[in-house]
Protein backbone atom coordinates (compact mmCIF):
# COMPACT_ATOMS: atom_id res chain seq x y z
CA UNK A 1 0.00 0.00 0.00
CA UNK A 2 1.54 3.21 -0.37
CA UNK A 3 0.34 7.00 -0.53
CA UNK A 4 0.11 7.78 -3.36
CA UNK A 5 -3.27 9.47 -4.47
CA UNK A 6 -2.58 12.42 -7.13
CA UNK A 7 -5.89 13.45 -8.25
CA UNK A 8 -8.64 12.38 -6.05
CA UNK A 9 -11.00 14.47 -4.26
CA UNK A 10 -10.03 15.09 -0.16
CA UNK A 11 -12.47 16.05 1.59
CA UNK A 12 -10.06 15.65 4.69
CA UNK A 13 -8.21 18.41 3.38
CA UNK A 14 -10.76 21.13 3.93
CA UNK A 15 -7.61 22.62 6.42
CA UNK A 16 -5.56 24.75 4.06
CA UNK A 17 -6.69 24.92 0.49
CA UNK A 18 -3.86 23.92 -2.58
CA UNK A 19 -2.41 26.58 -4.37
CA UNK A 20 -2.15 25.61 -8.32
CA UNK A 21 1.46 26.48 -8.42
CA UNK A 22 2.97 23.73 -6.14
CA UNK A 23 -0.25 21.64 -6.64
CA UNK A 24 1.77 18.33 -7.21
CA UNK A 25 4.38 18.24 -4.29
CA UNK A 26 1.23 19.67 -1.79
CA UNK A 27 -0.71 17.03 -2.39
CA UNK A 28 2.26 14.63 -1.63
CA UNK A 29 2.76 16.09 1.50
CA UNK A 30 -0.81 15.74 2.18
CA UNK A 31 -0.97 12.28 1.15
CA UNK A 32 1.68 11.64 3.12
CA UNK A 33 0.11 13.47 6.76
CA UNK A 34 -3.52 11.77 5.81
CA UNK A 35 -2.82 9.12 8.17
CA UNK A 36 -2.21 10.98 10.52
CA UNK A 37 -5.27 12.43 10.13
CA UNK A 38 -7.62 9.72 10.56
CA UNK A 39 -5.46 9.02 13.93
CA UNK A 40 -5.80 12.20 15.28
CA UNK A 41 -9.00 12.15 16.96
CA UNK A 42 -8.45 9.25 18.91
CA UNK A 43 -4.90 9.89 19.12
CA UNK A 44 -5.57 13.22 20.77
CA UNK A 45 -8.48 11.97 23.28
CA UNK A 46 -5.98 9.22 24.31
CA UNK A 47 -3.24 11.28 24.85
CA UNK A 48 -5.15 13.84 26.70
CA UNK A 49 -7.32 11.99 29.04
CA UNK A 50 -4.45 9.00 29.65
CA UNK A 51 -0.63 9.71 28.77
CA UNK A 52 -0.78 13.62 29.89
CA UNK A 53 -2.50 12.83 33.25
CA UNK A 54 0.01 9.72 33.70
CA UNK A 55 2.95 12.08 33.13
CA UNK A 56 1.31 15.11 35.63
CA UNK A 57 0.84 12.13 38.30
CA UNK A 58 4.69 11.82 37.91
CA UNK A 59 5.22 15.56 38.49
CA UNK A 60 2.59 15.57 41.20
CA UNK A 61 4.77 12.83 43.30
CA UNK A 62 7.28 15.14 43.75
CA UNK A 63 5.10 17.85 45.44
CA UNK A 64 3.06 18.22 48.71
CA UNK A 65 -0.44 19.66 47.98
CA UNK A 66 -4.05 19.09 49.33
CA UNK A 67 -5.83 19.41 45.84
CA UNK A 68 -7.11 23.14 46.44
CA UNK A 69 -6.70 25.29 43.33
CA UNK A 70 -5.57 28.02 45.66
CA UNK A 71 -3.74 26.74 47.46
CA UNK A 72 0.49 26.53 46.42
CA UNK A 73 2.12 23.08 45.31
CA UNK A 74 5.25 22.89 47.25
CA UNK A 75 8.37 21.26 45.97
CA UNK A 76 9.63 18.42 48.08
CA UNK A 77 11.78 16.32 45.66
CA UNK A 78 12.20 12.31 46.74
CA UNK A 79 10.33 12.96 50.30
CA UNK A 80 6.62 11.25 49.19
CA UNK A 81 8.77 8.43 47.98
CA UNK A 82 10.92 7.86 51.24
CA UNK A 83 7.65 8.48 53.14
CA UNK A 84 5.69 5.89 51.86
CA UNK A 85 6.49 2.88 53.60
CA UNK A 86 5.65 4.45 56.63
CA UNK A 87 1.86 6.09 55.48
CA UNK A 88 -0.88 4.79 57.29
CA UNK A 89 -1.98 1.70 56.17
CA UNK A 90 0.47 0.76 53.28
CA UNK A 91 1.17 -2.45 55.18
CA UNK A 92 -1.81 -3.44 55.47
CA UNK A 93 -2.90 -2.20 51.80
CA UNK A 94 0.11 -4.10 50.11
CA UNK A 95 -0.71 -7.63 52.00
CA UNK A 96 -4.09 -7.17 51.07
CA UNK A 97 -3.24 -7.28 47.85
CA UNK A 98 -1.80 -9.98 47.82
CA UNK A 99 -4.56 -11.70 49.38
CA UNK A 100 -6.84 -10.46 46.21
CA UNK A 101 -4.36 -11.81 43.79
CA UNK A 102 -3.76 -15.35 45.13
CA UNK A 103 -7.58 -15.52 46.55
CA UNK A 104 -8.73 -14.18 42.32
CA UNK A 105 -6.78 -17.30 41.43
CA UNK A 106 -9.62 -20.24 41.80
CA UNK A 107 -11.62 -18.10 40.20
CA UNK A 108 -10.28 -16.98 37.03
CA UNK A 109 -7.61 -19.92 36.60
CA UNK A 110 -8.29 -23.44 38.58
CA UNK A 111 -12.37 -24.00 38.11
CA UNK A 112 -12.48 -22.56 35.02
CA UNK A 113 -9.74 -24.32 34.04
CA UNK A 114 -11.50 -27.58 35.37
CA UNK A 115 -14.47 -26.89 34.11
CA UNK A 116 -13.66 -26.25 30.81
CA UNK A 117 -11.46 -29.30 30.08
CA UNK A 118 -14.25 -31.37 31.63
CA UNK A 119 -17.15 -30.14 29.53
CA UNK A 120 -15.22 -30.29 26.33
CA UNK A 121 -17.85 -31.24 23.45
CA UNK A 122 -20.95 -31.43 25.02
CA UNK A 123 -22.91 -30.61 22.50
CA UNK A 124 -23.90 -27.03 20.64
CA UNK A 125 -27.11 -26.53 21.81
CA UNK A 126 -26.78 -27.36 25.53
CA UNK A 127 -23.36 -25.60 25.56
CA UNK A 128 -24.82 -22.60 24.29
CA UNK A 129 -27.64 -22.40 27.10
CA UNK A 130 -25.22 -23.24 29.62
CA UNK A 131 -22.39 -19.97 27.95
CA UNK A 132 -25.49 -17.35 28.08
CA UNK A 133 -26.15 -18.61 31.75
CA UNK A 134 -22.12 -18.70 33.15
CA UNK A 135 -21.85 -15.37 30.97
CA UNK A 136 -23.92 -13.74 33.13
CA UNK A 137 -22.48 -11.99 35.80
CA UNK A 138 -20.07 -10.21 33.59
CA UNK A 139 -22.14 -8.12 31.76
CA UNK A 140 -23.90 -6.85 35.46
CA UNK A 141 -22.47 -3.61 36.76
CA UNK A 142 -19.98 -3.59 39.53
CA UNK A 143 -22.24 -1.81 41.92
CA UNK A 144 -25.70 -3.85 40.87
CA UNK A 145 -23.38 -6.60 41.98
CA UNK A 146 -22.30 -5.06 44.89
CA UNK A 147 -26.55 -4.58 45.77
CA UNK A 148 -27.70 -7.79 45.57
CA UNK A 149 -24.77 -9.53 47.75
CA UNK A 150 -25.15 -6.56 50.10
CA UNK A 151 -28.78 -8.29 50.38
CA UNK A 152 -28.12 -12.10 49.95
CA UNK A 153 -25.35 -11.97 52.59
CA UNK A 154 -27.05 -9.58 54.96
CA UNK A 155 -26.50 -11.12 58.64
CA UNK A 156 -29.43 -11.32 60.01
CA UNK A 157 -32.16 -11.32 56.64
CA UNK A 158 -30.15 -12.68 54.04
CA UNK A 159 -30.45 -15.69 52.42
CA UNK A 160 -27.10 -17.28 52.84
CA UNK A 161 -26.89 -16.86 56.35
CA UNK A 162 -30.26 -18.29 56.73
CA UNK A 163 -29.49 -21.22 54.64
CA UNK A 164 -25.79 -21.70 56.06
CA UNK A 165 -27.92 -21.52 59.68
CA UNK A 166 -29.92 -23.97 58.68
CA UNK A 167 -27.56 -26.13 57.36
CA UNK A 168 -24.99 -25.97 60.19
CA UNK A 169 -26.70 -24.23 63.28
CA UNK A 170 -24.47 -21.65 63.11
CA UNK A 171 -24.88 -20.40 66.68
CA UNK A 172 -24.51 -16.32 65.28
CA UNK A 173 -25.17 -14.95 61.20
CA UNK A 174 -21.63 -14.45 59.77
CA UNK A 175 -20.99 -11.12 59.29
CA UNK A 176 -19.51 -11.22 56.06
CA UNK A 177 -18.67 -7.43 55.74
CA UNK A 178 -18.13 -6.37 59.39
CA UNK A 179 -16.96 -9.23 60.58
CA UNK A 180 -12.67 -8.88 60.03
CA UNK A 181 -11.92 -11.85 59.06
CA UNK A 182 -14.62 -12.07 56.78
CA UNK A 183 -14.81 -9.32 54.98
CA UNK A 184 -11.71 -9.48 52.54
CA UNK A 185 -12.44 -13.27 51.86
CA UNK A 186 -16.09 -11.70 51.15
CA UNK A 187 -15.20 -9.23 48.75
CA UNK A 188 -12.98 -11.67 47.19
CA UNK A 189 -15.26 -13.64 46.20
CA UNK A 190 -17.82 -11.69 44.72
CA UNK A 191 -14.57 -10.52 42.47
CA UNK A 192 -14.24 -13.90 41.33
CA UNK A 193 -18.04 -14.77 40.86
CA UNK A 194 -17.88 -11.89 38.83
CA UNK A 195 -15.51 -13.11 36.60
CA UNK A 196 -15.55 -16.98 37.01
CA UNK A 197 -18.09 -17.89 33.69
CA UNK A 198 -15.80 -14.94 31.59
CA UNK A 199 -12.75 -17.25 32.64
CA UNK A 200 -14.57 -20.56 32.22
CA UNK A 201 -15.92 -19.17 28.25
CA UNK A 202 -12.21 -18.22 27.50
CA UNK A 203 -10.71 -21.22 28.48
CA UNK A 204 -13.65 -23.53 26.62
CA UNK A 205 -13.03 -21.10 23.11
CA UNK A 206 -9.47 -22.09 23.81
CA UNK A 207 -9.77 -26.20 23.72
CA UNK A 208 -12.25 -25.78 21.09
CA UNK A 209 -9.32 -23.97 19.38
CA UNK A 210 -7.66 -27.38 19.49
CA UNK A 211 -6.35 -29.23 16.77
CA UNK A 212 -8.53 -33.05 18.01
CA UNK A 213 -6.39 -35.25 16.30
CA UNK A 214 -3.61 -34.77 18.85
CA UNK A 215 -5.91 -36.40 21.62
CA UNK A 216 -6.99 -38.56 18.96
CA UNK A 217 -2.99 -39.81 18.62
CA UNK A 218 -2.19 -40.03 21.94
CA UNK A 219 -5.46 -42.66 22.62
CA UNK A 220 -3.91 -44.67 19.90
CA UNK A 221 -0.62 -44.53 21.48
CA UNK A 222 -2.36 -45.78 25.12
CA UNK A 223 -2.23 -42.71 27.07
CA UNK A 224 -4.50 -42.40 29.47
CA UNK A 225 -6.55 -39.12 30.26
CA UNK A 226 -4.44 -37.77 32.93
CA UNK A 227 -1.48 -38.11 30.72
CA UNK A 228 -3.84 -36.51 27.53
CA UNK A 229 -4.47 -33.29 30.29
CA UNK A 230 -0.96 -32.85 31.86
CA UNK A 231 0.73 -33.88 28.06
CA UNK A 232 -1.41 -32.06 25.63
CA UNK A 233 -3.99 -29.63 26.60
CA UNK A 234 -2.27 -28.03 29.05
CA UNK A 235 0.91 -26.96 26.80
CA UNK A 236 -1.27 -26.15 24.24
CA UNK A 237 -3.75 -23.86 26.59
CA UNK A 238 -0.43 -22.70 28.01
CA UNK A 239 -0.64 -19.46 26.08
CA UNK A 240 -4.46 -19.02 27.52
CA UNK A 241 -3.19 -19.89 30.75
CA UNK A 242 -0.44 -17.35 30.93
CA UNK A 243 -2.77 -14.92 29.55
CA UNK A 244 -5.86 -14.96 32.07
CA UNK A 245 -2.94 -15.18 35.26
CA UNK A 246 -1.60 -11.97 33.74
CA UNK A 247 -5.01 -10.53 33.69
CA UNK A 248 -5.75 -11.50 37.18
CA UNK A 249 -2.75 -11.01 38.62
CA UNK A 250 -2.47 -7.27 37.53
CA UNK A 251 -6.17 -6.77 37.62
CA UNK A 252 -7.49 -8.26 40.79
CA UNK A 253 -7.45 -5.28 42.76
CA UNK A 254 -8.68 -2.79 40.60
CA UNK A 255 -11.38 -5.66 39.65
CA UNK A 256 -12.45 -5.27 43.47
CA UNK A 257 -12.07 -1.36 43.53
CA UNK A 258 -15.69 -1.28 43.28
CA UNK A 259 -16.55 -3.81 46.09
CA UNK A 260 -14.49 -1.79 48.09
CA UNK A 261 -15.69 1.46 47.68
CA UNK A 262 -19.70 0.23 47.76
CA UNK A 263 -19.51 -2.41 50.42
CA UNK A 264 -16.85 -1.70 52.84
CA UNK A 265 -14.90 1.23 52.22
CA UNK A 266 -12.18 -0.57 53.15
CA UNK A 267 -12.95 -1.40 56.77
CA UNK A 268 -13.48 -3.30 59.04
CA UNK A 269 -10.29 -1.63 60.74
CA UNK A 270 -9.11 -1.00 57.60
CA UNK A 271 -8.41 -4.85 56.53
CA UNK A 272 -10.37 -5.23 53.38
CA UNK A 273 -8.35 -1.70 51.62
CA UNK A 274 -6.05 -2.66 48.77
CA UNK A 275 -3.30 -0.49 46.99
CA UNK A 276 -5.73 1.25 44.52
CA UNK A 277 -8.35 2.02 47.27
CA UNK A 278 -5.59 3.37 49.21
CA UNK A 279 -4.90 5.79 46.30
CA UNK A 280 -8.31 6.74 46.42
CA UNK A 281 -8.12 7.77 49.85
CA UNK A 282 -4.91 9.57 49.73
CA UNK A 283 -6.05 11.81 47.14
CA UNK A 284 -9.79 12.29 48.01
CA UNK A 285 -10.50 11.83 51.78
CA UNK A 286 -6.91 13.21 53.33
CA UNK A 287 -6.14 15.34 50.25
CA UNK A 288 -2.24 14.00 50.33
CA UNK A 289 -1.80 14.49 46.20
CA UNK A 290 1.55 13.97 47.19
CA UNK A 291 1.38 10.52 48.65
CA UNK A 292 -1.70 9.27 46.37
CA UNK A 293 0.68 10.66 43.33
CA UNK A 294 3.96 9.05 44.48
CA UNK A 295 2.03 5.57 45.67
CA UNK A 296 0.62 5.60 42.05
CA UNK A 297 4.00 6.13 40.40
CA UNK A 298 5.29 2.95 42.17
CA UNK A 299 2.39 0.86 41.55
CA UNK A 300 2.40 1.82 37.74
CA UNK A 301 6.04 0.67 37.69
CA UNK A 302 6.06 -2.37 39.70
CA UNK A 303 2.62 -3.53 38.23
CA UNK A 304 4.18 -1.92 34.20
CA UNK A 305 7.46 -4.29 35.31
CA UNK A 306 5.06 -7.28 35.91
CA UNK A 307 3.34 -7.19 32.90
CA UNK A 308 6.42 -7.17 30.69
CA UNK A 309 7.88 -10.32 32.74
CA UNK A 310 4.61 -11.66 31.62
CA UNK A 311 4.76 -10.90 28.44
CA UNK A 312 8.51 -12.52 28.84
CA UNK A 313 7.12 -15.77 29.98
CA UNK A 314 4.27 -15.80 27.20
CA UNK A 315 6.91 -15.76 24.34
CA UNK A 316 9.43 -18.40 26.26
CA UNK A 317 7.26 -20.77 27.37
CA UNK A 318 4.28 -20.55 25.00
CA UNK A 319 3.60 -23.58 22.26
CA UNK A 320 2.22 -22.49 20.04
CA UNK A 321 0.11 -24.89 17.42
CA UNK A 322 -0.15 -23.83 13.99
CA UNK B 1 -13.07 -44.70 26.31
CA UNK B 2 -12.99 -48.48 25.88
CA UNK B 3 -15.38 -50.00 23.40
CA UNK B 4 -16.85 -52.14 25.99
CA UNK B 5 -19.40 -50.70 28.03
CA UNK B 6 -18.99 -47.43 26.10
CA UNK B 7 -22.99 -46.71 26.60
CA UNK B 8 -22.82 -46.65 30.49
CA UNK B 9 -19.23 -44.94 30.95
CA UNK B 10 -20.22 -42.20 28.41
CA UNK B 11 -23.76 -41.12 29.96
CA UNK B 12 -21.80 -40.75 33.32
CA UNK B 13 -19.00 -38.68 31.94
CA UNK B 14 -22.26 -36.73 29.91
CA UNK B 15 -24.11 -36.78 33.67
CA UNK B 16 -20.80 -35.27 35.87
CA UNK B 17 -20.42 -32.78 33.16
CA UNK B 18 -23.88 -31.79 32.67
CA UNK B 19 -24.13 -31.71 37.10
CA UNK B 20 -20.76 -29.50 37.18
CA UNK B 21 -22.08 -27.00 34.30
CA UNK B 22 -25.37 -26.87 36.21
CA UNK B 23 -24.65 -26.20 39.43
CA UNK B 24 -21.70 -23.39 38.07
CA UNK B 25 -24.80 -21.75 36.03
CA UNK B 26 -27.06 -21.89 39.48
CA UNK B 27 -23.92 -19.67 41.49
CA UNK B 28 -23.71 -17.34 38.40
CA UNK B 29 -27.70 -16.79 38.06
CA UNK B 30 -29.02 -17.11 41.80
CA UNK B 31 -28.29 -13.63 42.99
CA UNK B 32 -29.23 -12.02 39.35
CA UNK B 33 -33.04 -14.26 40.29
CA UNK B 34 -33.05 -12.97 43.81
CA UNK B 35 -33.00 -10.17 43.18
CA UNK B 36 -35.90 -9.64 40.72
CA UNK B 37 -37.66 -11.64 43.22
CA UNK B 38 -36.86 -9.38 46.04
CA UNK B 39 -37.96 -6.58 44.17
CA UNK B 40 -41.20 -8.29 43.36
CA UNK B 41 -42.39 -9.04 46.77
CA UNK B 42 -44.72 -6.88 49.04
CA UNK B 43 -42.74 -5.82 52.63
CA UNK B 44 -44.29 -8.45 54.37
CA UNK B 45 -42.99 -10.95 52.19
CA UNK B 46 -39.18 -9.48 51.23
CA UNK B 47 -37.86 -11.21 54.65
CA UNK B 48 -39.16 -15.16 53.52
CA UNK B 49 -37.05 -17.34 51.71
CA UNK B 50 -39.81 -18.53 49.39
CA UNK B 51 -38.64 -18.31 46.13
CA UNK B 52 -41.19 -17.32 44.09
CA UNK B 53 -43.43 -13.74 45.49
CA UNK B 54 -46.28 -15.09 46.58
CA UNK B 55 -48.20 -12.08 46.26
CA UNK B 56 -46.82 -9.85 42.93
CA UNK B 57 -46.34 -6.82 43.44
CA UNK B 58 -44.72 -3.51 41.78
CA UNK B 59 -45.01 -1.25 44.97
CA UNK B 60 -40.95 -1.60 45.44
CA UNK B 61 -40.56 0.00 42.29
CA UNK B 62 -42.82 2.87 42.81
CA UNK B 63 -40.60 3.83 45.94
CA UNK B 64 -37.67 3.07 44.56
CA UNK B 65 -38.59 5.41 41.37
CA UNK B 66 -39.97 7.99 44.36
CA UNK B 67 -37.19 7.67 46.68
CA UNK B 68 -34.14 8.85 43.91
CA UNK B 69 -34.56 10.86 40.78
CA UNK B 70 -34.60 7.59 39.10
CA UNK B 71 -35.84 9.22 35.70
CA UNK B 72 -33.22 11.50 34.97
CA UNK B 73 -30.45 9.04 36.30
CA UNK B 74 -31.70 7.04 33.50
CA UNK B 75 -32.03 9.12 31.10
CA UNK B 76 -28.31 10.84 32.07
CA UNK B 77 -27.02 7.16 31.94
CA UNK B 78 -28.39 6.60 28.73
CA UNK B 79 -27.42 10.12 26.89
CA UNK B 80 -23.26 9.56 28.36
CA UNK B 81 -23.58 5.32 27.29
CA UNK B 82 -25.53 7.06 23.95
CA UNK B 83 -22.67 9.35 22.93
CA UNK B 84 -19.74 8.08 24.38
CA UNK B 85 -20.67 4.35 22.05
CA UNK B 86 -20.95 6.88 19.12
CA UNK B 87 -17.76 8.60 19.17
CA UNK B 88 -15.84 5.95 20.53
CA UNK B 89 -16.78 4.10 17.71
CA UNK B 90 -15.96 7.12 14.94
CA UNK B 91 -12.83 7.55 16.56
CA UNK B 92 -12.06 4.38 16.43
CA UNK B 93 -13.24 3.34 12.84
CA UNK B 94 -10.79 6.46 11.42
CA UNK B 95 -8.34 5.07 13.32
CA UNK B 96 -8.27 1.55 12.34
CA UNK B 97 -8.33 2.65 8.88
CA UNK B 98 -5.62 4.53 9.16
CA UNK B 99 -3.36 1.31 10.77
CA UNK B 100 -4.76 -0.79 8.05
CA UNK B 101 -4.75 1.25 4.62
CA UNK B 102 -1.55 3.02 4.95
CA UNK B 103 1.90 2.17 5.79
CA UNK B 104 3.20 5.44 7.51
CA UNK B 105 6.11 6.66 9.09
CA UNK B 106 5.52 5.80 13.37
CA UNK B 107 2.55 3.71 13.03
CA UNK B 108 3.68 0.64 14.94
CA UNK B 109 5.07 3.09 17.24
CA UNK B 110 1.22 4.74 17.70
CA UNK B 111 -0.38 1.50 17.63
CA UNK B 112 2.09 0.95 20.61
CA UNK B 113 1.05 3.77 22.50
CA UNK B 114 -2.54 2.66 21.76
CA UNK B 115 -2.35 -0.73 23.34
CA UNK B 116 -0.60 0.10 25.95
CA UNK B 117 -2.96 2.01 27.62
CA UNK B 118 -4.60 -1.09 29.46
CA UNK B 119 -1.71 -1.20 31.77
CA UNK B 120 -2.76 2.94 32.77
CA UNK B 121 -4.84 1.59 35.95
CA UNK B 122 -7.57 4.27 35.98
CA UNK B 123 -6.31 5.12 39.66
CA UNK B 124 -3.32 5.88 38.44
CA UNK B 125 -4.43 9.47 36.26
CA UNK B 126 -7.38 10.08 38.37
CA UNK B 127 -6.06 13.14 40.38
CA UNK B 128 -5.00 14.83 37.16
CA UNK B 129 -7.69 14.09 35.22
CA UNK B 130 -10.04 15.56 38.06
CA UNK B 131 -8.27 18.64 38.43
CA UNK B 132 -9.10 18.95 34.39
CA UNK B 133 -12.67 18.68 34.69
CA UNK B 134 -12.65 21.05 37.04
CA UNK B 135 -10.65 23.46 35.43
CA UNK B 136 -12.96 23.14 32.64
CA UNK B 137 -16.08 23.87 35.21
CA UNK B 138 -17.44 20.54 34.26
CA UNK B 139 -17.80 18.72 37.29
CA UNK B 140 -21.47 17.72 37.95
CA UNK B 141 -21.75 18.14 34.17
CA UNK B 142 -22.87 15.30 31.45
CA UNK B 143 -19.78 16.95 28.84
CA UNK B 144 -17.39 15.92 32.12
CA UNK B 145 -18.73 12.47 32.50
CA UNK B 146 -18.52 11.95 28.34
CA UNK B 147 -15.70 14.10 26.80
CA UNK B 148 -12.80 12.27 28.56
CA UNK B 149 -14.30 8.34 27.17
CA UNK B 150 -14.46 9.96 23.61
CA UNK B 151 -11.70 7.77 22.30
CA UNK B 152 -11.05 3.83 23.35
CA UNK B 153 -8.41 1.92 23.06
CA UNK B 154 -10.22 -1.35 23.31
CA UNK B 155 -12.12 -0.66 20.51
CA UNK B 156 -9.86 0.70 18.31
CA UNK B 157 -7.22 -2.46 18.60
CA UNK B 158 -10.66 -4.49 18.36
CA UNK B 159 -11.69 -2.97 15.41
CA UNK B 160 -8.23 -2.89 13.98
CA UNK B 161 -8.35 -6.27 13.74
CA UNK B 162 -11.78 -6.36 11.76
CA UNK B 163 -10.21 -4.01 9.44
CA UNK B 164 -7.37 -6.58 9.10
CA UNK B 165 -9.35 -8.87 7.82
CA UNK B 166 -10.92 -7.34 5.17
CA UNK B 167 -9.65 -8.19 1.57
CA UNK B 168 -7.26 -5.93 0.25
CA UNK B 169 -8.24 -6.48 -3.04
CA UNK B 170 -11.61 -5.14 -3.17
CA UNK B 171 -9.77 -1.97 -1.26
CA UNK B 172 -7.61 -2.43 -4.84
CA UNK B 173 -10.70 -3.02 -6.92
CA UNK B 174 -12.93 0.00 -5.12
CA UNK B 175 -9.89 2.62 -5.83
CA UNK B 176 -9.88 1.50 -9.40
CA UNK B 177 -13.01 2.82 -9.79
CA UNK B 178 -12.26 6.08 -8.61
CA UNK B 179 -13.37 6.47 -5.36
CA UNK B 180 -11.68 8.79 -2.80
CA UNK B 181 -10.07 6.97 0.82
CA UNK B 182 -12.93 8.04 2.70
CA UNK B 183 -15.28 6.95 0.33
CA UNK B 184 -13.45 3.66 0.47
CA UNK B 185 -14.23 3.10 4.26
CA UNK B 186 -17.86 4.31 4.05
CA UNK B 187 -19.08 2.99 0.86
CA UNK B 188 -16.66 0.31 0.92
CA UNK B 189 -16.09 -1.26 3.77
CA UNK B 190 -18.12 -0.40 6.50
CA UNK B 191 -21.19 -1.84 4.62
CA UNK B 192 -19.39 -5.29 4.84
CA UNK B 193 -18.11 -5.00 8.79
CA UNK B 194 -21.40 -4.01 10.14
CA UNK B 195 -22.11 -6.92 12.24
CA UNK B 196 -18.72 -6.75 14.08
CA UNK B 197 -18.89 -2.86 14.62
CA UNK B 198 -22.34 -3.87 16.03
CA UNK B 199 -21.39 -5.81 18.49
CA UNK B 200 -18.07 -3.96 19.57
CA UNK B 201 -20.62 -0.91 19.96
CA UNK B 202 -23.08 -3.08 22.12
CA UNK B 203 -19.83 -3.83 24.33
CA UNK B 204 -18.77 -0.39 24.23
CA UNK B 205 -22.42 0.77 25.41
CA UNK B 206 -22.43 -2.36 28.53
CA UNK B 207 -19.10 -0.57 29.64
CA UNK B 208 -20.42 3.01 29.66
CA UNK B 209 -23.60 2.16 30.88
CA UNK B 210 -21.89 -0.01 33.86
CA UNK B 211 -18.96 2.38 34.68
CA UNK B 212 -18.79 3.60 37.89
CA UNK B 213 -15.38 5.03 39.02
CA UNK B 214 -15.72 8.09 37.00
CA UNK B 215 -19.30 9.35 37.83
CA UNK B 216 -17.83 8.43 41.72
CA UNK B 217 -15.58 11.47 41.33
CA UNK B 218 -16.93 13.99 38.78
CA UNK B 219 -20.78 14.00 40.41
CA UNK B 220 -21.78 15.05 43.19
CA UNK B 221 -25.71 16.04 43.02
CA UNK B 222 -28.23 13.08 42.20
CA UNK B 223 -29.69 14.78 39.18
CA UNK B 224 -26.29 15.34 37.54
CA UNK B 225 -25.20 11.88 37.79
CA UNK B 226 -25.53 8.05 36.15
CA UNK B 227 -27.80 5.70 37.77
CA UNK B 228 -24.52 3.70 38.80
CA UNK B 229 -23.80 6.24 41.43
CA UNK B 230 -27.34 6.89 42.47
CA UNK B 231 -27.70 3.17 43.05
CA UNK B 232 -24.56 3.80 45.10
CA UNK B 233 -26.10 6.34 46.98
CA UNK B 234 -29.20 4.52 48.07
CA UNK B 235 -27.41 1.80 48.65
CA UNK B 236 -25.41 3.82 51.65
CA UNK B 237 -28.30 5.52 52.80
CA UNK B 238 -30.92 2.85 52.77
CA UNK B 239 -32.32 1.74 56.18
CA UNK B 240 -34.15 -1.87 55.66
CA UNK B 241 -35.76 -0.97 52.31
CA UNK B 242 -34.50 -4.15 50.67
CA UNK B 243 -37.59 -4.71 48.56
CA UNK B 244 -37.22 -1.13 47.51
CA UNK B 245 -32.63 -1.27 46.80
CA UNK B 246 -33.44 -4.56 44.54
CA UNK B 247 -36.34 -2.85 42.83
CA UNK B 248 -33.42 0.03 42.12
CA UNK B 249 -30.80 -2.26 41.00
CA UNK B 250 -33.24 -3.95 38.65
CA UNK B 251 -34.25 -1.18 36.98
CA UNK B 252 -30.51 -0.02 36.85
CA UNK B 253 -29.58 -3.30 34.91
CA UNK B 254 -32.30 -3.62 32.91
CA UNK B 255 -31.49 -2.79 29.91
CA UNK B 256 -28.37 -4.24 29.89
CA UNK B 257 -30.46 -7.14 30.84
CA UNK B 258 -32.87 -6.31 27.81
CA UNK B 259 -29.84 -6.12 25.37
CA UNK B 260 -28.41 -9.06 26.90
CA UNK B 261 -31.23 -11.33 26.09
CA UNK B 262 -31.80 -10.81 22.95
CA UNK B 263 -27.57 -10.91 21.90
CA UNK B 264 -26.29 -12.87 24.44
CA UNK B 265 -24.46 -14.97 21.30
CA UNK B 266 -22.58 -11.99 19.71
CA UNK B 267 -21.97 -10.13 23.07
CA UNK B 268 -20.62 -13.68 24.50
CA UNK B 269 -18.52 -14.25 21.20
CA UNK B 270 -16.78 -10.20 21.37
CA UNK B 271 -15.88 -10.36 24.91
CA UNK B 272 -13.65 -14.19 24.39
CA UNK B 273 -12.90 -12.78 21.15
CA UNK B 274 -11.88 -9.65 22.74
CA UNK B 275 -10.00 -11.78 25.94
CA UNK B 276 -8.09 -13.79 23.53
CA UNK B 277 -6.46 -11.23 20.93
Known sequence: ?322 | MEKVGRNAGFYTAATIKHAALIALALVAVFPIYWMIVTSLKPESEVFTSSFIPLHLTFENYANAWNAIPMGRMLGNSMVVAVIQTVMQLLTSILAAYAFTRWEFRGSSLIYGLIALTWLVPFQVIMIPNYVAISDFGWRDHLAGLIVPNIASAFAVLQLYNAFKSYPKTLIEAARLDGASDWGVLWRTIMPNLKSSIASIGILLFITSWNDYFWPLLVTTKLENTTVQKGLQMFISSDGNMWGALMAATTIASLPVLLIYLLLQRQIIDSFVKGGLK
Do not use: C
Open chain 1, 1 to 322: MSYEAVGVTRRHASGAKPQSKERKPFLLRLARIKPYIYLLPALVSIGFWIYKPLLQTFNLSVYQWNLLPTSPKQYVGMKNFTNLLGLPEMGIALWNTLIYTLGVIPFSLIIPLIIAIATDNIGRKASNVYRALIFLPMIMAPVAVSSVWRWIMHPTNGILNKALTDWFHLSEPIRFFTDEHWAIWSITFITGWKLIGFSTLIFSAAMTGINKEYIEAAKIDRANRLQIIWHILLPLLSPTILFMAMMSTLFASEWSFSYINVLTQGGPFNTTTNIYYLLWTYGFQSFNIGASSAAAVVFFLGFGLLAWLFMKLTKKLSFFDN
